[in-house]
């Protein structure tokens, strides 16, 4: 009799107190977003600099493990594809190349880059500190990114058709991240300058996970797309984005 009183007033104790969970710390979805870009300045449009609309963006978030270094904060990770695609070409040999100059020059005795084209891809990558936890609004926030610039030389393409030399740059700044239970880091708004050799404007940019293409809004209701139903999204410039009209987090 004494053990059951005493095993009753245990399970009593622990129903009555909330057993606190540990936090997730902040989320990103990796993997290829849906980028809109909306130009802060509306005259930007009849520019060279102005005329960015979308992309498909590679989102990641880096943690260096633990047991090797346990202060380093994570990091956030940005791939625009189209500066992916102009860092490299295929020769008419059928051969994939660098089109920016890599110094160190590519080995080609190395067994996994011979040409250099790996190096050169990442070459494309934007690397930004990330907050360890979400603030009180669920926001996690990249601050500041390494700067991306794509010098890419005149070549010929696999048919022997010309690419014309092109240079363009990204500085993306201030992205922050919802990450909540119920929506654990798959929308995101920031700022990015993009120059093209010419000139630079300045993008609200608008991030959804995962990238969908689109041709109108109902296209992105469809629940099978795995977009999140908490999340206002409209059909924008071919993909499924977070409606601009609204304000970040995108809620519904």
């Given amino acids: 009799m004494a053990t059951l009183m005493v095993l009753a007033s245990t399970v009593g104790g622990l129903s009555g107190c909330a057993v ?40 990641y978030k880096y943690m260096v493990p633990v047991n090797e270094e346990p202060q380093a904060p994570a990091s956030m990770a940005l791939r625009p594809l189209a ?51 979400p603030d009180d609004r669920d926001v996690c926030l990249a601050p500041s990114f390494s700067r991306i ?9 696999a048919s022997g058709g010309p690419l014309p030399a092109r240079t363009v740059d990204y500085q993306f700044s201030n992205v922050s991240v919802y990450s909540s239970p119920s929506a654990p880091g798959t929308t995101f708004e920031g700022s990015l300058v ?20 689109c041709g109108t809004t109902d296209d992105c209701r469809n629940p099978a797309l795995g977009i999140n139903p908490e999340l206002d999204v409209v059909c924008l410039n071919g993909g499924c984005s977070p409606n601009p009209a609204r304000a970040f987090p995108f809620l519904e």
């Fill in 83 to 133: 500066a992916v695609a102009l860092a490299t070409y295929v020769d008419t040999t059928g051969t994939r190349r660098p089109r920016v100059t890599l110094s160190p020059p590519a080995d080609p005795l190395s067994p996994t880059d011979p040409t250099g084209s790996l190096r050169a891809s990442a070459l494309a990558t934007a690397l930004s500190v990330f907050s360890q936890e």
């Fill in 20 to 59: 606190q969970q540990p936090s997730p710390g902040c989320q990103i979805q990796d993997g290829l977003w849906q980028v809109a870009y909306i130009p802060k300045n509306p005259e930007d449009v009849s520019r060279s600099c102005g005329t960015l609309t979308a992309d498909q963006l590679g989102v």
């Fill in 194 to 213: 993009f120059g093209d050799g010419s000139c630079t404007a300045e993008y609200r940019v608008l991030g959804l996970s995962p990238a969908v293409p």
């Fill in 149 to 157: 610039t794509i010098d890419a030389r005149a070549v010929e393409d």
